[in-house]
């Protein structure tokens, strides 16, 4: 049983990536015949669909919805990075900064991303900057702050480790190793591709922005209440989320259903789903067997490598928040028993999960995807043209995964603990 479980949510990657169908409704159907098999009752099935973690994520990413239509947060990335001016060099160190501090306060990396791709992508063109450098920057800023506790991944984090029994303080690393270990390859991103050889340039693009309108201050202010919320009186961010999302619709600062609309509603289902399968995996044995598996040809010094790197090659075709973080950390305390306890949970856990999003620099991911998608738009480029940025982007993710797999060797992960 436990060999079958791992077969079925291993095929239900398989088809998610080769038929592009949602990985967790695939979970949720697989989960019933492998009750039906093992006989699990109905009820503990649909228990293992988590909630809490639904409502949490819910509430973020309609907050940042409503912030997402009215402008509010298209404008702040405009003015941010008209703040370089002539100094062109500077944009790609601002793309990935601001990435991650829009990511960090709530957003997440997907929206994160969507938000910033298509602007990063038409600087690429306006200012002649190599796409693959500015996407790629994108991705590990909107990575690096989306493992922030208030945001979407980072929630998703602190309750896996949560559940796989990991008491340790996982927040603040998370974010820590999230920022340093993404601005490490960010810049070595930066300089291989001459980011600070940029010839300066001046643009209207990035001097013309507008004013923030009355909606777009409310909806700061609001976002800047729900931080406080969290962050000094403790309230559950997404129950912080929805309150101020509330005030904000009754102050019609947004229209609230096509808010509602831009909700990743396919992510949602896809953590859901994936938690229903995954929680029978665990209680047929399944992560057991993994986590022995793994432990065969690991040891101390090679373990924050070997699972960050198996992590990041399965990211390149599956969710990393919906599938691998679910797949992988609740492996880990399995994992350190195999090893006689010498390891720390919290260094496998972050190194994995920040592994695992430097393959979404990747086109056949959700970031790449994005960047190769609005690049194309913007510059019109020639079907050669996105041949070669395709094969460009997916080396700068395989080279991410090996630089920060050997950083993980080499102990990156456990020095901000």
Wanted: aromatic share 8%; proline share 4%.
């Amino acid at each position: 049983m436990a060999l079958f479980s791992l077969g079925l949510l291993f095929l239900a990657v398989i088809l998610g990536f080769f038929r592009k169908m949602n990985a967790g409704l695939i979970c949720i159907a697989f989960s019933l015949i492998l009750g039906r098999v093992a006989g699990i009752p109905d009820k503990d099935i649909i228990a293992g669909f988590n909630y809490s973690l639904f409502l949490t994520l819910l509430g973020v990413t309609y907050l940042f919805s409503l912030a997402q239509n009215n402008g509010c947060l298209r404008l702040i990335a405009l003015k941010v990075v008209a703040l370089a001016g002539s100094r062109t060099y500077l944009v790609p160190i601002f793309v990935f900064v601001f990435s991650t501090i829009l990511s960090a306060i709530g957003p997440g990396c997907i929206p994160t991303m969507a938000i910033m791709m298509v602007f990063a992508m038409s600087l690429a063109a306006e200012l002649h900057i190599h796409p693959a450098m500015l996407s790629a920057l994108v991705v590990l800023g909107a990575s690096g702050g989306g493992v922030s506790p208030i945001a979407p991944t980072g929630i998703i984090g602190i309750n896996l480790c949560a559940e796989a029994g990991i008491t340790q303080e996982v927040g603040l690393p998370f974010l820590i190793n999230g920022v340093v270990s993404t601005a490490l390859y960010g810049l070595v991103v930066y300089f291989f591709f001459g980011g600070h050889k940029i010839a300066s340039v001046d643009s209207e693009t990035l001097k013309n922005t507008e004013e923030f309108n009355t909606k777009q201050i409310i909806t700061l202010a609001g976002i800047a209440v729900m931080v406080i919320m969290v962050m000094l009186l403790h309230i559950n961010v997404g129950l912080a989320s929805f309150l101020v999302a509330a005030v904000l619709s009754a102050l019609n600062v947004a229209d609230e259903a096509t808010a509602l609309k831009s909700v990743p509603w396919g992510t949602l289902v896809l953590v859901g789903g994936v938690s229903v399968l995954i929680k029978q995996v665990v209680h047929l044995g399944g992560i057991k067997m993994l986590s022995e598996a793994m432990a065969t040809v690991m040891t101390p010094a090679t373990a924050p490598s070997i699972i960050g790197l198996s992590a990041g090659m399965l990211s390149w075709v599956s969710s990393t928040s919906g599938v691998v973080m679910p797949t992988f950390i609740p492996t880990i305390p399995g994992l350190l028993q195999e090893l006689n306890g010498q390891g720390n949970p919290v260094e496998l856990a972050t190194g994995l999960s920040m592994i695992a999003h430097t393959a979404g620099i990747s086109p056949m991911s959700t970031g790449g995807g994005l960047a190769l998608a609005a690049y194309t738009a913007v510059a019109k480029s020639s079907p050669e043209e996105q041949q070669k940025l395709f094969l460009t982007m997916f080396g700068v993710s395989a080279c991410g995964l090996l630089f920060l797999s050997a950083m993980a060797y080499l102990g990156l992960f456990r020095w901000f603990i």
